[in-house]
């Protein structure tokens, strides 16, 4: 079955510190999304994706990047970690215009 | 940009009673309006969604109903039953479509009382 999947599902890293997490989706989509989701903002876009290269900021994108090198893959990166991004991170996907879109796991990251 | 307000931020209704959840929205140019279901530790699922030419759409207990000039949609849940406890979340499309990603809600804990 076609699915979309986060690692690592936990991480905690020290302040100042790159990192990166990971989306893979099989379904083949075109269109990937990264949000954070903390307690009294619900769900805010990070980052999406049309297709590959395509890369676009979101609501909430300062000191995170993306890259869309192929179909499946849409890793995120913070490229020096701060405690305001202490959240948990989901991945989601969809075919397009109007369309469902599907969530991987998610992420829990502490920066500390 | 896109801007959506729910509410109540928290509800709760005795099992067997119905539950209604509200959502506005700021852009008219958005058609595309899901809700998803979020249970505690777990991904959010998508459980309805609704388009800007139909103003309701019925699955079983669940209903959403669309208000395109108030730019206002609403869940209802009837029959209420203790696995519809959850977060449930209400989205828009910025720009009329999926690409652009969703616009959430900041969501509705919904506890069912036995």
């Known amino acids: 079955d076609a699915e979309i999947t986060q690692s690592p599902r936990h991480k905690i890293t020290e302040t100042g510190r790159q990192v990166t997490l990971a989306c893979h989706q099989t379904?083949?989509?075109?269109?990937m999304f990264w949000y954070r989701q903390d307690l009294g903002h619900g769900l805010r876009l990070i980052h999406y994706?049309?297709?590959?290269?395509?890369?676009n900021k979101g609501e909430v994108s300062d000191g995170y990047s993306v890259s869309r090198s192929n179909t499946e893959d849409l890793p995120l990166t913070l490229e020096s970690a701060a405690s305001s991004q202490t959240s948990v991170y989901f991945c989601?996907?969809?075919?397009?215009?109007?369309?469902?879109?599907?969530f991987g796991q998610g992420t829990r990251l502490t920066v500390v | 940009g896109e801007n959506v307000e729910q509410h109540p931020s928290t509800l709760s209704v005795q099992e067997g009673d119905s539950a209604v959840i509200k959502c506005t929205y700021s852009?008219?140019?958005?058609?595309?309006f899901p809700w998803y279901k979020q249970e505690l530790g777990k991904r959010p699922q998508l459980i309805i969604d609704i388009r800007s030419n139909v103003g309701e759409k019925k699955d079983q207990r669940i209903a959403v109903t669309l208000n395109k000039t108030a730019k206002h949609f609403s869940l209802h849940i009837t029959e209420t039953q203790p696995e519809d406890s959850a977060v449930y979340f209400c989205?828009?499309?910025?720009?009329?479509?999926?690409?652009?990603?969703?616009?959430f809600g900041k969501g509705t804990h919904l506890i069912i009382q036995p």
């Open positions: 379904w083949n989509h075109n269109n």
């Open positions: 852009d008219s140019a958005s058609n595309y």
């Open positions: 994706s049309y297709g590959v290269q395509d890369t």
């Open positions: 989205a828009a499309s910025a720009s009329g479509g999926g690409a652009d990603g969703l616009t």
């Open positions: 989601a996907s969809s075919a397009g215009q109007g369309l469902e879109a599907f």
